[in-house]
């Protein structure tokens, strides 16, 4: 189940910091390899840092080359929309429940989903397995 989350600007300014803030509210991207959890292996699951909801399985991580974290699939349904943003055309993925930036997914990724959801360190949090 879905559970919306509303906060004015104000508030998300408050609970996040800026480079959060900026990627999330702003549909900010950080510089490639520059991210906390670009070349992370740990286990666990990464969850929306806007939020907390779940979102990827670092069991579904792989290393893309790209300077992002990548995942082969997600934990459960995001949103997503089109983008046409810097000139070309992808598809946008949001958290479901606070509609937050994460980043964007691409259909060249490994087998057997194809996918390549291609997500800013700064939208996520990892959550040790334990």
Not at 45 to 53: D, P, S
Not at 100 to 128: M, Q, W
């Amino acid at each position: 189940m879905v559970r919306k989350v509303v906060k004015s600007d104000e508030e998300w300014r408050k609970e996040l910091d800026p480079e959060r803030y900026r990627v999330l509210r702003e549909k900010g991207t950080e510089a490639p390899f520059t991210g906390k959890y670009n070349g992370c292996k740990d286990p666990g699951t990464y969850v929306c840092a806007g939020c907390g909801k779940e979102l990827f399985l670092s069991d579904d991580k792989f290393d893309s080359g790209s300077g992002w974290p990548s995942f082969s699939r997600s934990a459960g349904e995001l949103e997503e929309r089109s983008d046409r943003s810097h000139g070309m055309l992808r598809t946008e993925v949001l958290c479901p429940d606070c509609g937050g930036h994460l980043g964007h997914v691409f259909e060249d990724g490994p087998k057997p989903t194809g996918l390549r959801y291609c997500i800013n360190s700064a939208s996520l949090s990892l959550r040790p397995k334990k």
